[in-house]
């Protein structure tokens, strides 16, 4: 059995007959304050600030020191080798699977069933 309901209703209505409260004045006095805090904003911005801000940051990240100094050694490696011919490094060799022990059926478990043939409708 199928059943299928449709609704149209404005999310206005919807939201008195499920008894939520009217937010469209609260909404509108959010989006007044975002807009006078963002312009003011805006006005001293200053976008260098940031990024140094931000670049000193990234500079105490031990992440970035770690790649910061494989990146300089990969550089001066590079420079050692510059007239060598570049070779790929070798893959390491992987270790082989261990062979999964089949697991036997269990001897309760009924076997498969086939469908049944289709009926003739007539």
């Not at 609260?26 to 200053?46: C, M, N, P, Y």
């Not at 940051?57 to 494989?70: D, F, G």
């Not at 001066?76 to 062979?99: G, L, M």
């Given at each position: 059995m199928r059943i299928k309901?449709?609704?149209?209703?404005?999310?206005d209505e919807l939201?008195?007959?499920?008894?939520?409260?009217?937010?469209?004045?609260?909404?509108?006095?959010?989006?007044?304050?975002?807009?006078e805090k963002v312009s003011a904003a805006g006005e001293s911005f200053d976008p260098s600030a940031v990024l140094h801000g931000s670049l000193e940051l990234i500079r105490r990240n031990p992440t970035w020191k770690l790649l910061r100094s494989a990146m300089t050694r990969d550089r001066e490696e590079d420079q050692d080798d510059?007239?060598?011919?570049?070779t790929p490094a070798p893959k390491p060799a992987r270790r082989p699977r261990k062979a999964a022990a089949a697991?036997?059926?269990?001897?309760?478990k009924a076997p498969r069933r086939r469908k049944p043939p289709a009926r003739d409708p007539g």
């Amino acid at each position: 059995m199928r059943i299928k309901i449709e609704i149209d209703v404005q999310p206005d209505e919807l939201r008195r007959f499920l008894g939520l409260p009217d937010v469209a004045g609260l909404q509108d006095d959010v989006v007044r304050f975002l807009r006078e805090k963002v312009s003011a904003a805006g006005e001293s911005f200053d976008p260098s600030a940031v990024l140094h801000g931000s670049l000193e940051l990234i500079r105490r990240n031990p992440t970035w020191k770690l790649l910061r100094s494989a990146m300089t050694r990969d550089r001066e490696e590079d420079q050692d080798d510059a007239p060598a011919a570049a070779t790929p490094a070798p893959k390491p060799a992987r270790r082989p699977r261990k062979a999964a022990a089949a697991k036997p059926r269990a001897a309760t478990k009924a076997p498969r069933r086939r469908k049944p043939p289709a009926r003739d409708p007539g």
